[in-house]
C-alpha cells in the first residue's frame, strides 16, 4: 500500500463520520467510523470494487462489511486515481449503511451535491 492510498482510507474513514452525523435517522446519527481494512481489491469484477471490514457502530468497533464501489477511478494501468474516489465534503447520497447486515456501501459515483 502506497501513501496516496493509505492517505485515502485515513480521509475516507473520517469523511464517513461526517457524513453520518448529517442523517436523519438516530439511529445512525450516533454510529462512527473507527477505521478500514480493505481485504479484497475485486477491479475487474461487476462492478469493480474494494471489499473489507469496516470498525463501525456506536462505539466505532463493531465490525461491518464495506464495499467501496471503484467505478471509473481504474485507470487503463490498472492503478486507482484515490484522490476521484473521496466524496467531496459537501456532497451526500453516497454511503448507504445497511444496519441489519452490518454492512456499508460507498459509491463515490452516487455523491450528489448538498442543497
Do not use: K, N
Amino acid at each position: 500500500m502506497d501513501d496516496a492510498e493509505r492517505g485515502f482510507w485515513a480521509a475516507l474513514e473520517y469523511r464517513i463520520c461526517r457524513e453520518v452525523e448529517g442523517f436523519q435517522d438516530p439511529q445512525l446519527r450516533w454510529m462512527w467510523c473507527d477505521g478500514l481494512d480493505p481485504q479484497v481489491y475485486d477491479l475487474h469484477g461487476d462492478p469493480p470494487c474494494i471489499r473489507g471490514v469496516a470498525y463501525f457502530g456506536p462505539s466505532g468497533q463493531e465490525r461491518w462489511q464495506f464495499t467501496l464501489l471503484i467505478g471509473d477511478a481504474l485507470g487503463a494501468a490498472g492503478t486507482i486515481d484515490w484522490t476521484s474516489l473521496l466524496p467531496a465534503d459537501d456532497t451526500t447520497g453516497w454511503l448507504s449503511p445497511r444496519i441489519d447486515e452490518r454492512r456499508l456501501v460507498l459509491d463515490p459515483a452516487g455523491a450528489t451535491r448538498e442543497p
